[in-house]
Structure formats: structure tokens, C-alpha cells
């Protein structure tokens, strides 16, 4: 009679590792969906002040929609999950949004270089950004 041999191998970690990774993990894409919320937040105030109350320098129509609650809540919520799944992979999604607006407004091409106005004030908003949060500087 042929007898087979069966391993069976038992996960030897303990139950409380795989859940505190998992909570971890959790905690992990809550944090970037937080990050994601905040920066969706700041993309809805722009298009709010651009596009919702016709500011536009390529947009020739009325306002969208005057509500900045819109605009905030929905930005938000959109690169808040953008930020859960993707964690941080959302920050493209919010890059890419802003160089979109900053081509839009500065009526370019993608490809093309930004003019020298939008690269000052970028310039500007990253150096002030730098100050703020360096402990160092201030």
C-alpha cells in the first residue's frame, strides 16, 4: 500500500501581528486620504475662485457654480479617495491638476514652458511653503 506524506505548515506568526498590520496598513491610507482631502481642498478653492465665480483669464462665460461649499466638498472627497486608494500616488493626481490649471490659465500647451508670471508665483508659493514648515528658518 503507497501512503502519501502531506505537510501541512501552519502561518507561524501570531494573530495580533497580522492585525496590528492591518489596522497599520489602514491607518497608513487614511493618513495619504487626509493628505489627499487637505490638497483636494485647495485645487476646490482655485477652481472655485477661477471657474465657479468666472475669474478665468481663458474662460469666457458666467460663473459655474458661485457655492465654494461645492467646490470644496467634492475636490476634497475626489482626491480624498484618490489618496485611500492610491495612497501616495495622489499626489500626481493633485500635480497634474494644478500644472493643468496653470496651463489652462496661462493659455499654453502641456508641453510647452510656463511664463515667466506663473513661474515667479510658483517660485514664490514654494519658497513661503519652505519657510513655514522648516523649524529652522523662522
Same mark, same amino acid.
Given at each position: 500500500?503507497?501512503?502519501?506524506?502531506?505537510a501541512?505548515t501552519? &502561518?507561524?506568526?501570531? @494573530?495580533?501581528?497580522?492585525?496590528?498590520?492591518?489596522?497599520?496598513?489602514?491607518?497608513?491610507?487614511?493618513?495619504y486620504?487626509l493628505?489627499?482631502?487637505?490638497?483636494g481642498?485647495?485645487?476646490?478653492?482655485?477652481?472655485?475662485? @477661477?471657474?465657479?465665480?468666472?475669474?478665468? @483669464?481663458?474662460? &469666457?462665460?458666467?460663473g459655474? &457654480?458661485?457655492?465654494?461649499?461645492?467646490?470644496?466638498?467634492?475636490?476634497?472627497?475626489?482626491f480624498?479617495?484618490?489618496?485611500f486608494?492610491f495612497?501616495?500616488?495622489?499626489? &500626481?493626481?493633485?500635480?497634474d491638476?494644478?500644472?493643468g490649471? @496653470?496651463?489652462?490659465e496661462?493659455?499654453e500647451?502641456p508641453g510647452?514652458?510656463?511664463?515667466?508670471?506663473?513661474a515667479?508665483?510658483?517660485?514664490?508659493?514654494?519658497?513661503?511653503a519652505?519657510?513655514?514648515?522648516?523649524?529652522?528658518?523662522?
Amino acid at each position: 500500500m503507497c501512503t502519501a506524506a502531506t505537510a501541512i505548515t501552519i &502561518d507561524k506568526r501570531p @494573530l495580533k501581528s497580522t492585525m496590528l498590520q492591518f489596522v497599520h496598513g489602514f491607518l497608513d491610507r487614511l493618513g495619504y486620504a487626509l493628505i489627499g482631502a487637505f490638497f483636494g481642498a485647495l485645487v476646490g478653492v482655485a477652481g472655485w475662485w @477661477l471657474y465657479g465665480l468666472a475669474h478665468s @483669464l481663458n474662460y &469666457d462665460g458666467p460663473g459655474m &457654480d458661485p457655492v465654494l461649499r461645492h467646490w470644496v466638498q467634492y475636490s476634497g472627497a475626489a482626491f480624498a479617495v484618490l489618496g485611500f486608494i492610491f495612497r501616495a500616488r495622489a499626489a &500626481d493626481a493633485v500635480a497634474d491638476t494644478v500644472s493643468g490649471i @496653470l496651463h489652462f490659465e496661462s493659455d499654453e500647451a502641456p508641453g510647452r514652458a510656463a511664463s515667466a508670471l506663473v513661474a515667479c508665483v510658483t517660485l514664490a508659493l514654494l519658497i513661503a511653503a519652505i519657510w513655514f514648515t522648516s523649524p529652522s528658518l523662522r
